[in-house]
């Protein structure tokens, strides 16, 4: 029940109202007796916004697109690794302090980390805000990293970063040359509702691959299909979204959600 000690968090973009967040996160605090709400908003700047949640008290926030390297110029606090990322997707009210966290990384290497990320090669493409956080995150568990981007610039700038090879889009050898163990897509090529999209051809793909694809409007891509039609092992978008978010909310509320419970709850919205 929502009455005058309901606490507030929210997700802060723009477009936003396509997010499934509220989904999950209302789920979780009816879940869990949380006398809380989590709301969509869509403002045209982030500092006016994030002084509101100051003067409002509005507890926690994701940051997502435009915002997430914005926002760390109005922050009290920002956690070493995302600092080291350069983008900020969760914010905790701590009394009044507005502390910045980054949970993309870690949702994108945990569900890799059973199959082993040491010493694997690792082939992110894009080179986007998505992709700085995964890059982060491979490097940190000593992958080996190969990007592969359509604007060079911005891919080689990544590349360095991370000590990776640099490959582009149009080198249509490129996955020969590399032959990764893992191949994470960060790009929106195949989302809906451009859903018959590849940013990159198939048939070079090896059985052996581990294919990540971190969209998840559909939740099986025309990448993971292809995939998984060549024997690959697939890991869908929905996943690494439900890990960021159920960081999230421990960060927020001190409780690690079932993930589980959570998957089952955004496979009924009818949107994916
Ligand atoms: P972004 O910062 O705009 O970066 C997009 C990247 O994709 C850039 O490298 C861009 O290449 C590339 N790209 C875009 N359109 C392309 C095309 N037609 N062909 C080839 N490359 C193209 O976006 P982002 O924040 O990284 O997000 C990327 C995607 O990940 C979005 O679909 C987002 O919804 C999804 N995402 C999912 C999660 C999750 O939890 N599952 C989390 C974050 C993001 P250029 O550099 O050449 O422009």
Known sequence: MIDSFTQ???????????????????FAFQYYHINAVYLAFEPDGIGKSLEAMKALNIKGA???????????????????????????????????????????YKAAVEPLKPFGIQGKKVCII???????????????????????NRNKKKGKTLAEKYKADFFSLDDTDSLLKIQPDILINTT????????????????PLSPETLVMDIIYTPLKTRLLHGAQSKGCRIIDGLTMFLNQGAHQFKLWTGISPDIELMRKIMLKDEAL
């Open 126 to 148: 894009g080179a986007g805000g998505a992709a700085q956080a995964v890059a982060y995150g491979i490097y940190k568990e000593k992958g080996r990293l190969a990007i592969i």
């Open 62 to 104: 994701s940051i997502t697109l435009p915002f997430k390297q914005s926002s760390m110029d109005y922050l009290d606090w920002i956690d070493e690794d995302a600092g080291a990322i350069g983008a900020v997707n969760t914010i905790v009210n701590k009394e009044g302090m507005l502390h910045g966290f980054n949970t993309d």
């Open 8 to 26: 507030i968090y929210g997700v802060f973009g723009n477009p936003v109202r396509h997010s499934k967040s509220p989904v999950i996160h209302n």
């Open 188 to 203: 929106p090529v195949g989302m809906s509702p451009n859903i018959s999209d590849l940013s990159f051809p198939l048939e």
